[in-house]
């Protein structure tokens, strides 16, 4: 999954090395407006949702009021999200969530088909998407529990969902220790699952039309969080998680 390579676009914006054009200066690019700011939502027919097990659903969410999408809320961007974007898939039957039979671990993703930017540059990517407990004050961490060695700690079973991203068709990364890191670890928290988090990524764009595509790394135990929405901003104008944390969340070597 992933669209053609474009110029810009070659390496990651998050503190790694970089193999393309992706250009340096105020705002990440020397032309970037500083209010900046584009949002797609998940649930948009333009996306591409890899199997046919991922669904659009409501998880009990309302529609969030305007100016409303923030850490915290209780609420769906746009009313809807789309989940099961699951490490094992494919899987047989393709369309059941529960299915565990000749699962071939691919991973499940979503595409953000023309996310359009109005010059090649860094820019700040926040996603909006859901991780909650799977009982009552314990996060789901059917991920990593161990974020990829990241101290979120949000609570009582604090843990991560991993993520792979890909910018037209490029898979992000950053070097680590002398080891390319992959995983972007996005936290779970012991709340309900129709709460509302941000993490906020950099990411190499090109002027003119981009795919952004988030999936699950391709293990049995790895599967996303359910997404909502991404922002796009000028660098530096993203949403943390929470105040306490790093503004940017960058890849890690270790998924699980």
């Not at 996306?47 to 659903?57: F, I, R, S």
């Not at 950099?202 to 795919?211: E, I, R, V």
């Amino acid at each position: 999954m992933g669209g053609s390579t474009g110029a810009g676009a070659g390496g990651t914006g998050a503190g790694g090395t970089s193999d393309g054009g992706a250009s340096d200066g105020a705002n990440g690019g020397s032309n970037v407006p500083a209010d900046f700011f584009a949002r797609y939502e998940a649930e948009s027919p333009l996306n591409t949702l890899t199997y046919p097990v991922e669904g659009v659903v409501t998880e009990g969410d309302t529609p969030c009021p305007s100016g409303g999408v923030k850490e915290g809320a209780q609420c769906a961007s746009g009313g809807k999200v789309v989940n099961q974007i699951l490490g094992r898939s494919p899987c047989q039957p393709p369309t059941s969530t529960t299915s565990n039979s000749q699962c071939q671990n691919k991973g499940g993703g979503i595409q953000f088909n023309q996310v359009t930017v109005p010059t090649d540059g860094t820019y700040d990517v926040t996603w909006w998407y859901h991780c909650g407990e799977d009982r009552p004050g314990h996060a789901d961490v059917f991920g990593d529990t161990k974020c990829g060695g990241l101290n979120y700690n949000t609570g009582a079973g604090s843990g991560c969902r991993p993520h792979l991203i890909d910018v037209n068709g490029v898979p992000m990364s950053a070097i680590v220790g002398g080891k390319t890191a992959l995983y972007y670890q996005f936290p779970c928290y012991p709340v309900s699952w129709s709460i509302l988090h941000g993490a906020t990524t950099a990411l190499p764009l090109k002027a003119g039309s981009n795919t952004i595509y988030i999936h699950a790394p391709g293990a049995p135990t790895l599967d996303a969080a359910d997404f909502d929405a991404l922002d796009v901003q000028a660098s530096g104008h993203g949403t943390a998680p929470l105040p306490q944390w790093p503004k940017l969340v960058t890849p890690v070597v270790t998924g699980n």
